[in-house]
């Protein structure tokens, strides 16, 4: 099951139906409906909002640029597959070894670690993204929620815990759905079949746009639906909040049948996340002993990701020198990826060579320049060095393609507190709260920066202008939560 924990934020949205009966191209037009009921623009208010609470308080939210970077890459590509191709999404993991995936208010798509791992291609992996994306792009969550008109933001998240009760835990949805108010949850269940429906037909098309092989989307739920027979009860969580049927399944097969053979290679940093994740399920020696014996057996899918997983399970364990030897073997193979470049600049960080890490990160990010892991490893490069002018620089050059970037303003904040610029430090770590929806810190740094004694006429007035901007917000919240929102 789906913890509840941190207010139930998690919106799990039942996926996968399936019927013949329509054409893609015949779907109805349900965006309009949702977009007069719930603008988009507070839609992704409340889906930043929960998101935050995610970020800040969800133990199981998966905090590793990496495994952001891989899984927002293989959704991009969906994305700019689909009918909406400029829609903003954004993924990521939760570190639950349960299979599920969910979509969330504005384009936020969390994906339960244990989905990866059970995929058995990448393809695989792509058909439930291509699924959930499908709902996004349906606004079946904000259709689904703002029929109810409800008004407040407070209430229409209320509405959402009780979906995601109902479908997860019987005892926590009685608690939920009565302090929501929403007694009419169970019904909008009913209705969610159609929207499944329309989500399998669009997420099918989106993998064959896309390049993927179309038979992984009825493969993996095929196996999923034979696990709950074998396991009854105990069947996994994404059958139970997402209950599959043999039209779904059938129509699933018959499409892939009737699409031409498409063979689809996996990429390499589909199986280097799949071992990055082993790793860090288990303890360092246990990863290395199994991953050593894969490749004593040579019982492996990919030889340098079993070599990666070794390396990076030595890292783990401090085991520094064994660990780059490790990696030389692994670089003996010939193969690139932005992990694998990560992980050869965090072996020379923990052996206090952090030149030989910047080395290997200005390097790394001439050839993945849309790396965030290495963007924000190479931030950290520089400042081990003592770069910090230069680290300056970077940062602004970053801050001006992702203003939304959270942590990048943490890096800056660090960056100009090691150089004893006091001013633009708290100003930078009051956009960094911010971004993460908490005000008062962000109020509170700026005030620090007030009272800073070391800058400029026009940096003090940036400060003053952007304290008066935040004072608005908290003043609009206040009336806000007056109103009941």
């Known amino acids: 099951m789906i913890r509840t924990t941190s207010a139930a934020v998690f919106l799990t949205i039942t996926v996968l139906s399936g019927s013949a009966s329509l054409r893609a191209d015949e779907l109805p037009d349900l965006g309009e409906a949702a977009h007069a009921e719930l603008p988009p623009q507070l839609e992704r208010k409340l889906g930043e909002r929960i998101m935050n609470e995610i970020r800040l308080r969800e133990p199981s939210y998966v905090d590793d640029a990496e495994l952001a ?3 927002n890459r293989l959704g991009s590509r969906l994305v700019a597959a689909s009918s909406n191709p400029s829609r903003d999404c954004q993924f990521f993991f939760v570190r639950d070894n ?7 208010f504005g384009g936020f798509i969390g994906v339960n670690t244990g989905t990866l791992l059970t995929a058995q291609s990448e393809s695989e992996l792509a058909g439930v993204l291509a699924h959930e994306i499908s709902h996004v ?22 509405m959402a815990v009780g979906v995601l009760a109902a479908r997860s835990n019987s005892q926590v949805a009685s608690a ?14 009913a209705y969610s079949r159609d929207y499944e429906r329309e989500a399998d037909r669009l997420g099918f098309q989106m993998m064959t746009q896309a390049g993927y092989d179309v038979r992984g989307m ?5 196996r999923l639906q034979q696990a709950g027979r074998v396991y009854e009860n105990n069947a996994p969580v994404y059958l139970r909040s997402h209950p599959l049927t043999l039209e779904r399944i059938s129509d699933m097969q018959n499409r892939a049948q009737g699409a031409p053979y498409r063979q689809v290679a996996d990429s390499l940093d589909f199986h280097l996340v799949r071992a990055k994740l082993r790793v860090q399920m288990s303890t360092p020696r246990e ?9 004593r057996d040579k019982k492996y899918v990919s030889e340098a990701a079993t070599r990666y997983g070794v390396a990076y399970s030595l890292l783990r364990s401090k085991e520094v020198a064994a660990a780059q030897r490790e990696f030389d073997v692994l670089m003996a193979l010939k193969v690139s990826s932005p992990m694998i470049a990560g992980l050869a600049a965090e072996i020379r960080m923990a052996a206090n060579d952090p030149a ?9 990010l001439q050839r993945y320049p849309q790396s965030r892991a290495l963007v924000y490893g190479y931030a950290e490069a520089l400042l081990a060095v003592g770069q910090y002018e230069q680290g300056q620089h970077f940062l602004d050059s970053q801050l001006q393609v992702y203003s939304s970037d959270y942590k990048l303003y943490g890096l800056q904040a660090r960056t100009f507190s090691a150089a004893g610029r006091r001013l633009q430090q708290h100003r930078a770590q009051a956009e960094f709260y911010l971004l993460q929806g908490q005000l008062g810190p962000a109020v509170e740094q700026l005030q620090f920066a007030q009272k800073a004694a070391d800058g400029t006429f026009f940096e003090q007035s940036a400060v003053d202008a952007r304290l008066r901007e935040l004072r608005k917000l908290q003043m609009e919240e206040a009336k806000e939560k007056r109103n009941g929102g």
């Open 176 to 189: 939920a759905i009565a302090s929501a108010q929403a007694g009419s949850i169970q019904a909008q269940l």
């Open 218 to 222: 009825g493969d993996f739920f095929g």
């Open 287 to 295: 990863a290395a002993n199994e991953f050593g014996k894969q490749l």
């Open 356 to 364: 030989g890490a910047l080395a290997i990160y200005r390097d790394a």
């Open 69 to 71: 970077d891989y899984l």
């Open 137 to 158: 792009m349906q606004n079946h969550l904000a259709r689904q929620i703002a029929r109810e008109k409800q008004n407040s933001i407070a209430s229409m998240i209320a």
């Open 98 to 104: 349960t299979v599920n995936a969910f979509a969330m």
